[in-house]
């Protein structure tokens, strides 16, 4: 499955999903009533799993939406990014750090039971992997594919979509970060932590900054010039929005509502809909 990493106005960013596949169906009845909607694009801020057990559908119909509205995309979110890596969805042999960290960290009980039927039996040691590789083999083809192919950021104009925001903590440009990410980059020596601070001390080449390991550069990014970040990843209680950063994520896969964010253009200012409004 190819994503879009470019897109082009109306945008609709879609904040983090944890499996809510009923509140995107509510989200999305309100949205097609927008005069916008023939034509725009839609960008998912990634957190497609965990939190619900009806992530199977949830990814379904984030995929269907991507299909029918050709140039849109889902960013990489960590839920996003531990489970392809934990399991192995890329292809790529399951990374120990993620293996650990999912099974310890993440609400991912809601995941197996939506894809397996079940939740894990146990989530520590060999036994654990083995459930990983039962969820990976239980996942349609097309789902993999999903996650595989999400970038960690999409640009448009006058936007950045990412999951998280930027880092102020290291010594490289937002220009770079951002050309790092579209590539995929993630590295000590490419981002260069600034000594003492939080990514210096606790950095991680498993887990990218942009993805969420830093959940302070969601309210306080580094800015990009000319561009405002539009982002989930931190729980905020209403759209938070100023002139560097876009934040969305209302519900945090706990409560409604779901929230899109409807940009028109380049400088148009940001308007809201909300899952949980009469259509």
């Known amino acids: 499955m190819t994503l879009a990493t470019t897109l082009d ?9 944890h499996g809510r596949a009923a509140w995107l169906a509510k989200l999305v009845a309100r949205l097609e009533r927008l005069p916008e909607w023939p034509s725009a694009r839609l960008v998912f801020l990634g957190d497609l ?39 192995g969805l890329d292809g790529l042999p399951p990374s120990p750090y993620w293996v650990e960290r999912y099974g310890s960290s993440y609400d991912h009980r809601y995941t197996f039971e939506s894809y397996l039927g079940r939740p894990p039996l146990v989530t520590h040691g060999p036994e654990w992997v083995e459930e990983l590789a039962a969820l990976k083999a239980a996942m349609p083809a097309t789902h993999k594919d999903l996650f595989t192919a999400m970038p960690w950021c999409a640009v448009a104009e006058g936007h950045l979509f990412l999951h998280c925001g930027l880092s102020p903590e290291f010594d490289c440009s937002a220009m770079l970060q951002v050309e790092c990410m579209h590539r995929k980059i993630w590295a000590r020596s490419a981002v260069q932590p600034k000594l003492g601070t939080k990514s210096d001390r606790m950095f991680s080449p498993d887990y990218p900054v942009w993805l969420g390991a830093d959940r302070k550069a969601s309210k306080f990014p580094l800015p990009y010039p000319g561009k405002v970040q539009v982002t989930g990843h931190e729980f905020t209680r209403r759209p938070d929005a100023n002139s560097v950063r876009i934040r969305i994520d209302t519900s945090g896969g706990t409560t409604e509502p779901l929230t899109a964010c409807v940009l028109r253009s380049a400088t148009a200012p940001p308007t809201f809909e909300f899952s949980n409004e009469p259509v």
């Open 9 to 17: 106005y109306p945008i609709i960013a879609i904040g983090d999903l």
């Open 49 to 87: 799993g965990d939190r619900c057990d009806t992530v199977a559908d949830a990814v379904e119909l984030v995929r269907q939406l991507i299909l029918a509205k050709p140039g849109s995309t889902c960013v990489a979110g960590n839920h996003d990014h531990a489970l392809t890596r934990a399991a």
